[in-house]
């Protein structure tokens, strides 16, 4: 029985073209894997609704994050959080990490600094 692939979104914003290029790699390794990407610039991306998950990406310049990408967030924040069964009320903390993927960054991190592989 076939399954559908999950489906990804891939949003970035760019000032210098880094990141659409960061962006477009990222993309393109989630189809080799055989999932169902949408790959779009902030300004044309659609809300992450009926998406299995969302990739963001953004230039940090000055220590922030572009206006354009935060108002995106923030316009779309509730579904991403509903997705996850999160909860909005910022009067209290939550503890959301996954242990196990932080574990599997570090791994990965270790990889590419010792052996001079991309992970």
Do not use: W
Not at 78 to 86: D, P, T
Not at 87 to 107: I, M, P, W
């Amino acid at each position: 029985m076939a399954t559908n692939p999950p489906k990804i979104l891939v949003v970035y914003h760019t000032s210098e073209g880094q990141t659409a290029r960061i962006a477009e790699r990222i993309a393109s390794t989630l189809r080799r894997h055989g999932d169902a990407v949408d790959l779009h610039e902030v300004e044309h991306a659609p809300p992450p609704e009926g998406c299995d998950g969302i990739v963001v990406g953004d230039p940090i310049h000055a220590v922030k994050h572009s206006r354009t990408l935060i108002r995106y967030l923030e316009t779309h924040e509730e579904a991403i959080v509903r997705r996850e069964g999160g909860d909005l009320d910022t009067s209290h903390d939550y503890e959301y990490t996954d242990r196990d993927a932080v574990e599997q960054f570090a791994d990965d991190v270790h990889r590419v600094v010792d052996l001079g592989e991309l992970a």
